[in-house]
């Protein structure tokens, strides 16, 4: 008894692709890839060289094998494409002339980006492989103040702010998969609240991978200035291909004094088959810095769709009094591996982090937080709470904590749980036992689990990542 | 029709072990049946074969429940047919409030029924309305479902749970056990109002006291998995005072159907 089968999962929904002429570059890297990518956005010569100088660096570095607990195969960073774009007129005055197919596509996976047809309340960046192809609500956000536009465009019409912040909170030789990205990337989303501005709509980036040989590089910076606010979704899907692909984002949050930023993921890439045949690999490094007084950044993710994730939202709590957020849910089903959590750097006086990690793995997949506090010896009073909860389903798969706790001075509160539980046979045919599906059981008891995260989430963003643990776990537990 | 519950032969085993060995019970609508006997004998067993729990397995016999056959449906099936069993132990199910358990259970069966389902601020009217019927506080439907609830609340919300479903068969299994005597009251006297001439009840149960609250029209003793005694609420009286060990010498007898009615002892 209580031998959980294996089912075939519901097949992925954003498996399909985009039949688009693209503009590719030749595969492989080098000095000249890195030189073609900048001219190819005519960027200024201060952009080209900060890549070339993540590239040099990139040249020493090794992937990170040892320490995470995940296991890839060789990746040849020679047969990658680098950068592809959906071909289209060079300027495009406004969404009219963004490609009939392009704007299908967007449509297709929940993102309308016609003017009538918007998302109410969320202004949305689209990123189509390695170009942003429209952004919705510019100009009403314009009037707040708020630049949101492509990270190509923020170069050319906001190069100051850009140089200013671009690489100060993760620099181009902080890890492989940074400084690679700091080389290659080709587009993102720029965010800018100014002061005092409490940002009126969601801003949301939506990104697609299309291409089968293309690696995604994006570049998200988000700055809020003193006392500002703002709440940022991202979403992604990929189509369904047999070849592994290569995601390296890298995104940087400032908050100066009094200002909050609210990052919230729900990451939904192709995850492979059962196999393990396929998927996204997902190097990402995403950290944000409490530069001010009193600022805050919260991290909210739900990971659930790629083959390998690799990936620890942090936080520098560098302001006295800031605070640090960090709420997850990492889903692993099949042959899917996570190594995922955070790091939270106190420096400030009175500062606080929170974590909640809740890990979910099922099949034969490997579930794994990682997490560091660090409390240096200038950081008076800091208090940190971490809990990190597991649940297994099923008995092939594995789950495992693995919290590093670095403590500089006596007056800190350092406090972690950790609980790992199962799906137990009496719960689900309690459930039943009041006339509840086998499925609608899994998944309600999945959602309490996950609760203390689904609560810091947006609203819709909360109904999507229901549904889609749902979805992920449909016929997981026999 | 007027029969409910047809039990025919059951034999039921778990891990390869037999605990039920030719079971035979017929429940008419408007009825309650107790089922008695000592620690081990099959009570339990019985209750959760009925409700279909995954646990046991099958090995003979069949059960016939409103002209279908039982034993063929999904645990989720029964109850939306109208088969409702309150747990000995109800298990906690941390993060999912008990009114949001308690509608999803609830519009299943209506979507089942083809009947209207009910938004959040109707079913709140519902549910407050039922748990008056077991004297419960409003605060219990927003807090997880039986997590940090005592002993005596688990029981109640069973109770509520089987007041907001309204089913056809509802089967208490040792529902008097952990009960102090003014809960076992509220319990009693909430099952006591939701019956009717149309429904059936089956009151699993070790001891007699609940019984004079529930008062059954026929009472069954379990003994090795085989019905051994039958007759009125007076058997219970009797059982109380003489305990169960004198069962012990008491063939089982053959099966005690007769031309579809409940041989009396």
Not at chain 1, 72 to 93: G, H, L, R, T, W
Not at chain 1, 153 to 169: I, N, T, W
Not at chain 1, 409 to 432: C, G, P, R, W
Not at chain 2, 228 to 243: H, I, S, T
Request: glycine share 8%; aromatic share 8%; net charge negative.
């Amino acid at each position: 008894m209580g031998t959980a089968e294996i089912l075939a999962n519901r097949e992925y929904k954003y498996g399909w692709v985009t039949d688009i002429e693209s503009e590719t570059i030749p595969r492989g890297l080098n000095e000249d890839t890195v030189r073609l990518i900048s001219a190819k956005k005519h960027e200024p010569e201060w952009m080209l060289e900060f890549r070339l100088k993540a590239y040099r660096h990139w040249l020493t570095m090794k992937e990170p094998r040892n320490w995470p607990n995940i296991e890839f195969p060789e990746v040849d960073y020679q047969d990658i494409i680098y950068y592809s774009a959906p071909k289209q007129k060079a300027e495009k005055a406004s969404l009219d002339e963004v490609d009939p197919e392009l704007l299908r596509t967007f449509e297709k996976l929940g993102i309308p980006l016609a003017e009538q047809k918007q998302l109410a309340g969320v202004a949305v960046d689209a990123v189509f492989d390695s170009v942003s192809v429209a952004t919705t609500y510019k100009e009403k956000l314009k009037k707040h103040g708020v630049i949101f536009c492509s990270f190509s465009e923020a170069v050319r019409e906001h190069p100051e702010l850009v140089r200013k912040y671009l690489g100060s909170v993760v620099p181009t030789n902080d890890n492989f998969f940074a400084a690679l990205n700091s080389a290659v990337f080709s587009d993102g989303s720029f965010c800018f609240i100014p002061t005092g501005v409490r940002c009126p709509m969601e801003l949301s980036t939506y990104f697609r991978i299309n291409n089968s040989e293309s690696g995604q590089f994006e570049r998200t910076l988000i700055v809020a200035e003193e006392g500002a606010y703002v709440s940022y979704l991202e979403g992604c899907t990929a189509p369904q291909f047999d070849r592994n692909q290569l995601h390296a984002a890298v995104v940087e949050l400032v908050a100066l004094d009094d200002a909050e930023i609210k990052y919230s993921t729900v990451q939904n890439w192709y995850a492979g088959d059962e196999t393990g045949k396929g998927g996204i690999y997902n190097f990402v490094t995403k950290r944000g810095k409490c530069a001010g007084r009193n600022s805050k950044i919260s991290w909210t993710q739900v990971e659930t769709g790629s083959a390998i994730t690799w990936k620890y939202p942090s936080c520098i709590l560098l302001g006295d009094n800031s605070i640090g957020e960090f709420y997850s849910v990492a889903l692993t089903n099949h042959a899917q591996e996570a190594d995922t959590g955070t790091k939270m750097i106190h420096l400030g006086k009175n500062t606080r982090s929170t974590i909640v990690s809740k890990g979910i793995s099922a099949g034969h997949a490997n579930n794994s937080y990682r997490g560091l506090v660090k409390v240096m010896p200038r950081a008076e009073n800091a208090r940190n709470y971490t809990q990190c909860d597991s649940m297994l389903i099923g008995s092939n798969c594995s789950a495992n904590t693995f919290p590093y706790i670095e403590v500089m001075n006596d007056s800190s509160q350092v406090e972690h749980e950790a609980s790992t539980s199962k799906i137990s046979e009496e719960q689900l045919f309690y459930l039943m036992q009041r006339g509840i599906s086998h499925e609608d059981a899994v998944s309600l008891i999945i959602n309490g689990f996950c609760k203390d995260v689904f609560l810091q989430l947006p609203m819709e963003f909360a109904v999507e990542a229901t549904r889609l643990l749902g979805l992920k776990l449909e016929g997981a537990v026999g | 029709m007027n029969e409910m519950l047809e039990i025919r032969n059951l034999h039921a085993a778990i891990d390869g072990k037999e605990i039920l060995r030719g079971i035979n019970l017929k429940v008419n609508k408007g009825e309650v049946h107790a089922i008695m006997g000592p620690n081990g004998s099959g009570k339990s067993t019985l209750a959760k074969v009925l409700a279909g729990h995954p646990a046991y397995e099958v090995t003979a016999g069949e059960v016939i429940y409103d002209g279908k056959n039982l034993l063929e449906m999904s645990p989720d099936e029964r109850a939306r047919e109208g088969v409702f069993m309150a747990f000995q132990y109800p298990v906690e199910v941390p993060g999912v409030s008990n009114a949001q358990f308690l509608r999803l259970a609830y519009n299943e069966k209506q979507k089942h029924l083809g009947q209207e389902e009910l938004d959040p601020l109707e079913f709140k009217d519902l549910l407050k309305e039922k748990a008056a019927l077991v004297e419960m506080d409003a605060s219990f439907m927003a807090r997880s479902v039986n997590e940090g609830f005592s002993g005596g609340e688990k029981k109640r919300n069973e109770i509520l749970q089987m007041a907001v479903l309204d089913p056809k068969l509802s089967v208490l299994d040792e529902t008097d056990s952990g009960l102090d005597i003014d809960a076992l009251r509220i319990v009693a006297e909430g099952v006591n109002k939701l019956h009717d001439k149309d429904k059936a009840v089956i009151v699993v149960t070790h001891y007699q006291r609940l019984l004079n609250y529930i008062v059954p029209d026929f009472v069954h003793v379990l003994s090795a998995g085989r019905i051994v005694k039958e007759g009125g609420k007076e058997l219970a009286l009797e059982l109380e005072e003489k305990g169960y060990d004198w069962l012990k010498n008491v063939k089982s007898e053959p099966p005690a159907i007769a031309g579809g009615q409940v041989v009396r002892a």
